[in-house]
């Protein structure tokens, strides 16, 4: 496996909810940007945030731009147990969508370390591609699945990113382009209630 070819401790790429919801206990985390993929609502979810019936969408690394986010650090002690954790999280069964690339991580010399990201495979059947905002806004309202809502999902990562000093529009836009959703959805309902 690729992950145990490198001695020592490794560092994960966290950009969506790794950041605020890992799973395990973060021995160090710290800013960190990663050159070449951005950020997007690309990839359906068909248990975590979204049914086989109703899909949602999740948060996937996509080509084009950048990326800031927090890289991970992962003792050796725990490295096994916690990146098995993460593939079983991050991708679909027998695919190898984990890539080792280059992120600046912030430390006060400039130190570059390389740390895995999760990106995403355009050729997966899971794959939503680039969604139209108003499409991507009406799944995420509609969506949820074993993990939760998918617009508390957009709504954790956005406070998390503003938590950080980090500014993303698009998600930014998203998330309010879902809330109006969420508030028309509101207002019909009371009116037809009357």
Not at 8 to 32: C, H, K, Q, T
Not at 80 to 104: C, H, M, N, S, W
Not at 129 to 143: D, F, H, N, S
Request: aromatic letters at 10%.
């Amino acid at each position: 496996m690729i992950w145990m070819k490198h001695a020592g401790d490794v560092w994960v790429f966290a950009y969506g909810s790794l950041m605020w919801d890992p799973g395990f206990a973060v021995e160090e985390a710290r800013p960190a940007l990663l050159r070449g993929y951005h950020r997007a609502f690309c990839m359906w979810s068909t248990s975590y945030r979204g049914t086989a019936e109703n899909p949602g969408l999740v948060l996937g690394l996509d080509r084009g731009g950048a990326c800031r986010g927090l890289a991970i650090r992962i003792g050796a002690h725990r490295k096994a147990e916690i990146l098995d954790y993460l593939i079983k999280r991050e991708t679909p069964p027998g695919e190898d969508v984990y890539q080792f690339r280059p992120v600046k991580v912030a430390f006060e010399d400039g130190t570059r370390v390389a740390a895995y990201a999760f990106i995403a495979n355009r050729k997966n059947a899971k794959y939503a591609g680039k969604l139209a905002p108003e499409a991507a806004a009406r799944v995420i309202v509609a969506a949820a699945g074993q993990r939760g809502r998918c617009r508390d999902y957009l709504a954790n990562t956005v406070r998390h990113l503003d938590e950080l000093g980090v500014a993303d529009g698009p998600l930014h836009a998203l998330l309010r382009r879902v809330e109006a959703l969420c508030y028309d959805r509101e207002n019909q309902t009371r009116e037809k209630a009357t």
